[in-house]
């Protein structure tokens, strides 16, 4: 039997890879008894900060990583698109739906077996893969800590959820950027100059939560979940040319393009909930729902749930793993999920894929599954292996850390195309040599 620790996305995908080829699963985990400040929905692969797994598209590097994904059984992307709801190009997801898929396919597994309880340690003998995530806290942080020989820590925060109910739809229009589809779906909140500058003045000004735990005087925040206002603060504009961009939108109530412009994407199916688009926060309950207020249709918003700020920390991983996610100094302890110095929910789930594949295959003394740099996974695993030590920083999916192409493709969508191509190629090769 092989001990899984941690029933996240990464957890889950270890899991089900490990039962899937025969062998028995422990899967423990400790929600509903126990929840870290981030968490609050007591089934598996809970999404905390976005319901969004990115682009869709195969020739973009998020897509491509799905699709790699799929071709090697994974469990969540095809659940993933049985409970997509409308997000334009990108792959979003109704999150209770979900879980609540993942989780009963889980369940139902005949080979795992599932244990509710806090783990304190890993255990001392036979083959572990430990996907307790960013939060890892408490004397099990303390023995990874040591075992590891340090680790890196961060902060992230999560956007707040508004109903649809509570919007005042007169002052919002519902398109995507440059008409990408005839529904339009997301929301949209346009503001003129004056509306943006008294709420970026607002914005910079108010008053943020506490943060405490390690790191709380000088705490380094990862660039993929930064906290709205924290970016505000580095210039006036910086934020109009980023979560609030107004480009490729057209206002129908002006006929022009809006100074500035907030968009909310759906949270379920219904579309009965909202979520604010690139506002992690860190900002008091009550200074959220007065600056936010602000925005245009959102006077009166009802929020389900407040932005958070919650600690992240991150594996070392260079010094520690090997691109199978295998702990080089103990071969039996396998480590995934975003702790490794992957970033997002896909690459996560990714990384339990892998290590599950070869927790499995150590299990059985087979060799391990070593992806080729070409292929998105590879890339981002090879990158786990080797990727800095001292300034080691989590990397999400990009095309950056693919390997040159063997000729020059001046066109962005056939380059891509093309990166894309090879990777399935040499992911198809490698599945059926494994």
Known sequence: MITVIGAGLAGCEAAWQIAQGGEKVHLVEMKPAHYTPAHQNPDFAELVCSNSLKA??????????????RQMGSLLVPIAFDCRVPAGGALAVDRQKFSDAVTSAIRNHPNIEIEEKEVEKIPQDGITVTATGPLTA????????LLCGGTLRFFDAAAPI???????????????????????????????????????????????????????????????????????????????????????????????????????????????????????????????????????????AEFVRYGVMHRNTFLNSPKILNAAFQMKTEPRLFFAGQMTGVEGYMESAM???????????????????????????????????????A???????NFGILPPLGEVIRDKKERYSAFSQRALKALKEQIESA
């Open 351 to 389: 990384s339990g894929l892998l290590a599950g594949k070869n927790a499995l295959r150590y299990q059985q003394k087979k060799p391990l599954f070593i992806l080729p740099k070409v292929t998105m996974s590879g890339a981002l695993a090879h990158y786990v292996e080797e990727g800095g030590n």
């Open 138 to 145: 408490g004397p099990l942080a303390g023995q990874i800590d």
């Open 162 to 300: 508004v109903t649809a109910e509570s919007l005042d739809f007169s002052k919002i229009f519902s398109a995507s950027r440059y008409d990408q589809d005839t529904e339009g779906d997301y929301l949209n909140c346009p503001m003129n100059r004056a509306e943006y500058e008294a709420f970026y003045d607002a914005l910079v000004n108010a008053e943020r939560a506490p943060v405490h735990g390690f790191d709380a005087r000088d705490p380094k925040v990862y660039e993929g979940c930064m906290p709205v206002e924290v970016m505000a603060q580095r210039g006036a504009d910086t934020i109009r040319f980023g979560p609030l961009k107004p480009v490729g939108l057209r206002d129908p109530h002006t006929g022009h393009r809006p100074w500035a412009n907030v968009q909310l994407r759906r949270e379920d199916a219904a579309g009965t909930l909202y979520n604010l688009v690139g506002f992690q926060t860190n900002l008091k309950f009550g200074e959220q729902k007065r600056v936010f207020g602000m925005i245009p249709g959102l006077e009166q």
């Open 391 to 397: 300034d080691f920083q989590p990397m999400g999916a």
């Open 56 to 69: 869709a598209r195969l020739n973009s590097a998020a897509g491509l990583l799905k699709e790699e994904m």
